[in-house]
RNA sequence: GUGGUUGUAGCUCAGUUGGUUAGAGCGCCUGAUUGUGGUUCAGGAGGUCGUCGGUUCGAGACCGAUCUUCCACCCCA
């Protein structure tokens, strides 16, 4: 018989590997309340028509699409259907698609329920998303994002909050040395402004943003080869030497774009984000600025947030945000401004299991198993075992009186670290014997002391 | 979507220019040991070599397709 398999880019999940990720998503969980959000959910699968053309063409193509249900081909005109235009075709038979983010479907329901919402609405959602693209390290076709987002406000002071929270959760999973990269949409439409370009905004961007990849020369090759004008990248040449501090850095900024009025905002912007933290302090993660940064430019519009996993650990990025001034416009809503990040669960998985960061008090094992020695011992067992439950530990009883090397190889294997064996002798005069298995050693006592020992 | 890569026992992997009955380590099961796990010893089970097709007297090995793994590009958490 052919072993049954699940789709590429999924994957299931072990006893471990589920209580290491809940580990996660409580610590994001508690810190995104902790700072005033509040929780919603969403569908996971929406009408199409809320998620197409929302991600620009690249997202369209990796969005999984939903097949109509019933006999969905015969509603399809011949013509329509001889063309094999798949274009064309989708959407007469795929009405609904899965969800491929968390944001599109927020500004939904933001706009959906805009008359029970009190605004500024800071929410949070962890959910999975999907996306139909080609899994990688890191990268998966089924996946967790956690988003906390607030919607309703421009105040800059949601950026610092939200620099804030990165930190207090990467902090509370003891993942030192993540660097949040942060930017502003203005600053790079300043650029291009200053250097001539500004209908080759995306283009421009997209090859800024892979400097560190592949460096200054193919950088500027990429350029030319998007129709990017020679003079142009002349003028852009003291941006690939823009060093030092986050001030610094921003001086540097400054003289260059000083004839850009948007530009010099999005300085302003970053100098008001920087001064707070500073003035604030980080404990894990470290604020720098990165003027090639540019991901998620379809509607961000001020801040852009991208967080990287310390130095030395190969893996894509492991949160991105930012602001976007009309996010429910698209949704005819207008003049709502929203800034929000996300954290991407599967990753940091990764990188805490590479760095082994991950406490050894995570585990939903049980705590003691009492020996099946028979119908009248297990009764026995079951009823000081109902009093340890009730106090809040995990115990157990193997369910079968098989051979005790069995049973005990079973806590073995489990790492069980308590054994309790109570038989005819211990049934007489009441106790219990426990044994520590990593020690050995055993002792007979009676409920209050095993409840102890056990706590 | 483009290019490359991987698939042999539950797991990690050997398997020579195509040649008899496909191996190892670990794990698993049984016993030594009927109230004591890990260690040791003895024995045992387990594979239509990812799938389908082709070349050949003969294919785990060669060819094609397909699925899967990982990687790069695109893009992204």
Redesign the pocket.
């Known amino acids: 018989m052919?072993k049954p398999?699940i789709?590429?880019?999924t994957r299931d999940f072990s006893p471990v590997e589920v209580t290491r990720r809940s580990y996660i998503m409580d610590t994001i969980k508690a810190s995104f309340a902790n700072f005033g959000f509040q929780p919603i959910e969403t569908p996971s699968f929406e009408n199409s028509e809320t998620l197409m053309g929302k991600y620009?063409e690249?997202?369209d193509?990796?969005i999984f699409k939903i097949l109509n249900s019933g006999d969905f081909l015969r509603k399809v005109g011949d013509d329509l259907y001889t063309e094999k235009d798949s274009a064309k075709l989708t959407p007469k038979i795929s009405e609904k698609a899965l969800r491929y983010?968390l944001t599109v479907p927020f500004a939904r329901y933001v706009v959906q329920h805009q008359n029970e919402i009190t605004f500024p609405f800071k929410r949070y959602q962890m959910q999975p998303v999907w996306?139909a693209?080609?899994?990688?390290?890191?990268?998966?076709r089924e996946?967790y994002?956690c988003d906390a987002d607030v919607v309703g406000s421009s105040s800059l002071w949601q950026e610092v909050e939200l620099v804030q929270l990165y930190d207090t959760v990467f902090g509370k999973l003891k993942l030192e040395g993540v660097t949040i990269k942060m930017n502003n949409r203005k600053i790079l439409s300043g650029i291009a402004e200053m250097i001539g370009a500004e209908d080759k905004l995306i283009d421009f961007t997209?090859a800024l943003d892979?400097l560190d990849?592949i460096g200054e020369e193919k950088v500027k090759v990429e350029m030319r080869e998007k129709g990017i004008a020679e003079t142009a990248i002349t003028k852009l040449q003291p941006l690939f030497s823009v060093t030092g501090t986050a001030s610094e850095k921003l001086a540097t900024l400054k003289s260059l774009l000083s004839t850009s009025e948007i530009g010099l905002q999005g300085i302003s912007e970053m100098e008001f984000i920087v001064d707070a933290i500073e003035t604030l302090e980080l404990s894990a993660a470290t604020l720098e600025i990165d003027v090639t940064l540019a991901?998620?430019l379809?509607y961000y519009t001020g801040a852009i947030f991208?967080v990287a996993a310390p130095d030395g650990v190969a893996m894509?990025?492991?949160?991105?945000g930012g602001r976007y001034d009309d996010l429910t416009g698209i949704f005819g809503m207008k003049d709502m401004s929203g800034v929000g990040i996300?954290f991407?669960l599967?990753?940091i998985y990764l990188v805490l299991e590479e760095l082994n960061l991950f406490p050894e008090t995570v585990t939903a094992n049980s705590k003691v198993l009492f020996i099946n020695?028979g119908e009248k011992e297990a009764l026995y067992a079951l009823q000081a075992i109902k009093l340890l439950r009730a106090a809040g530990i995990n115990a157990e009883l193997y369910p079968d009186a098989t051979?005790?090397?069995?049973q005990?190889?079973y806590a073995?294997?489990r790492d069980i670290p308590y054994v309790v064996?109570a038989?005819?002798?211990?049934m007489v005069d009441g106790t219990y014997?426990l044994?520590n298995?990593?020690s050995?050693e055993?002792e007979q006592c009676g409920l209050e002391r095993l409840q102890k020992v056990l706590k």
């Open positions: 052919k398999s789709p590429k880019g620009g690249e997202g193509r990796l983010d996306r693209d080609r899994p990688q390290k890191g990268r998966f996946f994002q997209v892979k990849k991901r998620g379809n991208e894509g990025s492991i949160g991105g996300s991407g599967d990753r020695f051979k005790m090397g069995k005990m190889g073995d294997k064996l038989g005819e002798s211990e014997t044994k298995m990593k050995g055993q």
